[in-house]
């Protein structure tokens, strides 16, 4: 009997659990999702045999996986018989896997057909989560508050310094000779005056 393989992948996320817990001095949450993943078709399976649905579970660094349900379905009333592998270990309600591609096998001792496979894993990851951030209050201006007037900046005159007298040259002489040799100029002065007007009245002789 040939078998018709269709394979189908869904993918969802609804929050499953979240706990936090405190590393250090931050605390950290742990946030799960439950992730449903599935097949549908049909095919044979022979005691024994194995079938990969094309179907992968992606392995995420920091991520947790675990399975949370899981199901097969068969044309005959012989599901027990079939078991789901994730990578390279068969699943169980609440058992850890690391990712890898879904798979079923035979266990039985007679054919399975196979028509569906479903799994939901819970996929957990931590989260550091900051503390709340202080801010500073608002303080409002009260409005029946009048603003202080503003100085106007003053005007000072600027301060004209006097000039520095330019010192006369030294000539050496006190003032008391300068005094002497005035007042002799002017005796000497005068007496000539005298002696001029002298000879201009004196008489002519034979007039």
């Not at 947790?64 to 592998?85: C, K, Y």
């Not at 390279?88 to 039985?108: F, K, Q, R, T, Y």
């Not at 202080?148 to 005159?157: L, R, Y």
Request: charged share 10%.
């Amino acid at each position: 009997m040939g078998a018709a393989v269709v394979a189908a992948f869904a993918v969802g996320a609804s929050p499953v659990a979240a706990g936090s817990v405190l590393v250090g001095s931050v605390p950290v949450s742990t946030q799960c999702a439950t992730v449903p993943y599935g097949w549908a078709g049909s095919t044979t399976l022979s005691p024994g045999k194995s079938f990969s649905t094309g179907v992968v579970v992606p392995s995420e660094v920091g991520v947790q996986l675990a399975v949370a349900a899981h199901d097969v379905s068969t044309v005959e009333p012989a599901p027990g018989a079939v078991a789901i592998w994730i990578g390279g270990g068969a699943v169980a309600d609440g058992l850890p896997v690391s990712g890898g591609e879904i798979a079923v096998i035979n266990g039985g001792s007679s054919k399975v057909m196979l028509t569906r496979v479903e799994l939901s894993l819970a996929r957990c990851y931590q989260v550091s989560s900051a503390g709340p951030v202080a801010v500073a209050p608002v303080v409002e201006a009260d409005p029946t508050t009048v603003p202080a007037p503003v100085a106007a900046p003053s005007t000072v005159a600027p301060v004209h310094a006097a000039p520095t007298g330019v010192a006369l040259p030294a000539t050496g002489r006190s003032s008391d000779s300068v005094l002497l040799l005035g007042v002799t100029s002017t005796l000497l002065g005068g007496a000539l005056v005298v002696a001029a007007r002298r000879r201009t009245t004196a008489p002519v002789p034979g007039r």
